[in-house]
Structure formats: structure tokens, C-alpha cells
């Protein structure tokens, strides 16, 4: 038992040198990879030309061609530059991702509409809503009526697409209001709205 103390306080009074040794190494050794260890602090957004003289080259720009985590439905034709209607053109030919609306999408779509499309081109889509108010709102030119008028009957989805995320004419852009789904449910739904307003239209016609 005697021994086993000894030892004890043998090692309790080596621990207590070593730990008030000023030869204890206080600094860390050289780092392999600095810069992996290390990170360096970027501002989002902020002007970062000044770094491509030490060789770095970054922009804040992902890589083109590229689609962010989380992200869906690219639509790979940008806005067009002033003046240029080539994308507004070419839009025409783009599919819509969607198909159909399920009970449950229509439902969400309609919400979407009376949002964000609703103040303008009324519940009804007839271009008559509290912003127009029948020419007695706040709003003196009449916006699109978009069931009842072949033009924008006609329209193709890609191009109502381009409209609605980019702005055209007195509209302006809703891609910060709707994601890309959101903005497809929408056209969706406006689409289903004047299939079934033709329709409506034919069966008032044959029953005269």
C-alpha cells in the first residue's frame, strides 16, 4: 500500500512539473492546407473583383449551365435585352412541366392567382379586378381579360411563362413573388379556366 502511494505521488508531481513547464509548446504547429482550414469570410453580394490579384477568382455567380440544391423546372431562355424580342419569340415553343392539376394543385393554384393575379385581372379572369374596378378604380387602363379573348386564348403557355417571370409591357416580373412551380400552377390553372370558358361558350351556342 505504501508503494502504491509513493507512486502515486511520484506521478501527481510529474503531471504538476509538466504542466507549469514554460518548455510546454504554446503554439500549434504549421498547417498543411491553410486555406482548407482556415476559411476565408466572403460577403454575400459584395464586390470581390479585388481578390483576382491573389488569384482567386470568385464571382458570387454559381457555375452557368448549373441548377442550385432545391431548385426545379429550369427555364433556360433569360429576358430578353431592350429592344430584343428573340427569347418573347422563341418562348412560344416551351412546354409546360405540368400536365395536369390534381384536386389538391387546382385548389393551391387558384390561391396562387387571386394572390398575386387576382388585383388585376379579376377572380374572373376578365380583366376586371379592384385595381380596374370598371374603369373606376385606381387603375385607368383595362388589364388583359384572359378568359374571353382569343388573344390571350391563344397564347402559348412558354410565352405566358416569360411574361409572368420577366414582366412584359405593363406587368412587371412575379419570380421573387412565385417560384418556377408556382408560376407553372398558375398558367395551369388560367389555362384550365379558359378551356373550360370555351366550353361554356359552345354549350350556350348549341342550345340557342
Known amino acids: 500500500m505504501k508503494?502504491?502511494?509513493t507512486i502515486l505521488l511520484a506521478v501527481s508531481g510529474m503531471t504538476a512539473f509538466v504542466a507549469c513547464?514554460?518548455?510546454v509548446k504554446r503554439n500549434?504547429?504549421?498547417v498543411y492546407m491553410p486555406d482548407m482550414a482556415y476559411s476565408r469570410a466572403y460577403e454575400t453580394y459584395s464586390d470581390h473583383s479585388n481578390l483576382k490579384d491573389s488569384g482567386i477568382n470568385y464571382t458570387n455567380m454559381p457555375v452557368a449551365g448549373t441548377i442550385a440544391r432545391g431548385e426545379e423546372m429550369p427555364f433556360?431562355?433569360?429576358?430578353?435585352?431592350q429592344g430584343d424580342t428573340a427569347n418573347y419569340t422563341a418562348s412560344k415553343l416551351e412546354k409546360s412541366p405540368i400536365d395536369s392539376l390534381s384536386k389538391n394543385d387546382l385548389?393551391?393554384?387558384e390561391r396562387l392567382y387571386l394572390i398575386n393575379c387576382g388585383i388585376c385581372h379579376g377572380t374572373k379572369l376578365d380583366g376586371n379586378g379592384p385595381l380596374y374596378k370598371g374603369g373606376d378604380g385606381p387603375y385607368p387602363a383595362k388589364p388583359a381579360t384572359l378568359v374571353g379573348d382569343k388573344k390571350y386564348e391563344a397564347m402559348p403557355v412558354g410565352q405566358m411563362y416569360y411574361s409572368v417571370t420577366y414582366g412584359k409591357n405593363l406587368m412587371g416580373s412575379y419570380a421573387s413573388q412565385l417560384n418556377r412551380k408556382q408560376r407553372w400552377q398558375?398558367?395551369?390553372y388560367i389555362k384550365q379556366k379558359q378551356a373550360e370558358g370555351k366550353a361554356a361558350t359552345k354549350e350556350a351556342v348549341a342550345t340557342k
Open 186 to 188: 398558375v398558367i395551369a
Open 3 to 5: 508503494k502504491f502511494y
Open 76 to 81: 433556360h431562355l433569360a429576358k430578353d435585352k
Open 107 to 109: 385548389v393551391e393554384a
Open 21 to 23: 513547464s514554460d518548455e
Open 28 to 30: 500549434p504547429n504549421d
